[in-house]
């Protein structure tokens, strides 16, 4: 039996109207991407978590582009009893985390819809800070205490 809920994953109000002016026919399941693979996802939904794919006219059309998935995304689904399960839209973010990627002069994602960051750093900590003001969260500072930066500083 499985007694997973999406709404366990953080699927609230926001995403749900997304889903209700998408998905008129309700044949779509909401799921939340839990790993990024070169050409698969891990996601979790109501019906447990599978391995899924792309919609290949959906995404790689060039008149039809979309954003692809990343870690916290949450997307709609076809589920597919016999293998991956196929993914059809990615519903808007509430927050991400992001870099550039400077080889192809373009935004990498790398984490979204998180309410929190903790970052575990060094004394040295302004980029980092600058990043989650970028990126309007909320933020949590672990840093290391400077006796202890200094201590390993003097071996």
Do not use: C, W
Not at 17 to 38: C, P
């Amino acid at each position: 039996m499985n007694n997973l809920r999406i709404e366990d994953y953080g699927y609230n109000d926001f995403f749900k109207k997304q889903k209700k002016d998408y998905d008129r026919s309700g044949e779509l399941a909401v799921a939340r991407i839990t790993q990024v693979h070169r050409e698969s996802y891990t996601a979790v939904s109501d019906m447990g978590e599978k391995n899924a794919r792309l919609k290949g006219s959906i995404f790689f059309s060039p008149e039809r582009a979309q954003t692809y998935p990343a870690t916290g995304d949450f997307v709609l689904i076809k589920h597919n009893p016999m293998g991956e399960d196929i993914i059809y839209k990615v519903l808007d973010k509430k927050s991400k985390f992001s870099r550039m990627d400077t080889f192809n002069s373009r935004e990498q994602v790398v984490a979204t819809n998180f309410d929190y960051v903790f970052i575990v750093t060094s004394m040295r900590k302004e980029k980092q800070t600058a990043l989650m003001n970028k990126n309007a969260v909320e933020k949590s500072i672990a840093k290391l205490q400077k006796e202890m930066y200094k201590s390993r500083k003097k071996r």
